[in-house]
Nanobody
């Protein structure tokens, strides 16, 4: 079992930046691949980015590629999502999720989920 806690959300103007964090209290966080997903009001959950256990492999949704960067610090049990050039359409609740190795885009491939953090981008 791994417990995930997201932080770093907030209100930002279009064109601005935010850094989200996904932290775990488990000592084996480096054993998990981690992904970020988001859900906008009235929409389905959407894949954003994912990172392998070691951090060597990453994958991004086309809608955020070149604007968002996922990274991890296993010594701090934390995965980050650096978001730049934010757009109003990035407004959503952002969730991090973990699993034992899958780094794909399907939410069903992730076993553990955080509660989410709200990101609101004003125009």
């Amino acid at each position: 079992q791994v417990a995930l806690v997201e932080s770093g959300g907030g209100l930002v103007q279009a064109g601005g930046s935010l850094r989200l964090s996904c932290s775990s209290s488990g000592r084996t966080f480096s054993s998990y691949a981690v992904g970020w997903f988001r859900r906008a009001p009235g929409q389905d959950r959407e894949f954003v980015a994912t990172i392998s256990k070691s951090g060597e492999t990453t994958n991004y949704a086309d809608s955020v590629k070149s604007r968002f960067t996922i990274s991890r610090d296993n010594a701090k049990n934390t995965v980050y999502l650096q978001m730049s050039s934010l757009k109003p359409e990035d407004t959503a609740v952002y969730f991090c999720a973990a699993n034992s190795g899958y780094i794909g885009t399907r939410a069903l491939g992730y076993d553990y989920w955080g509660q989410g953090t709200q990101v609101t981008v004003s125009s």
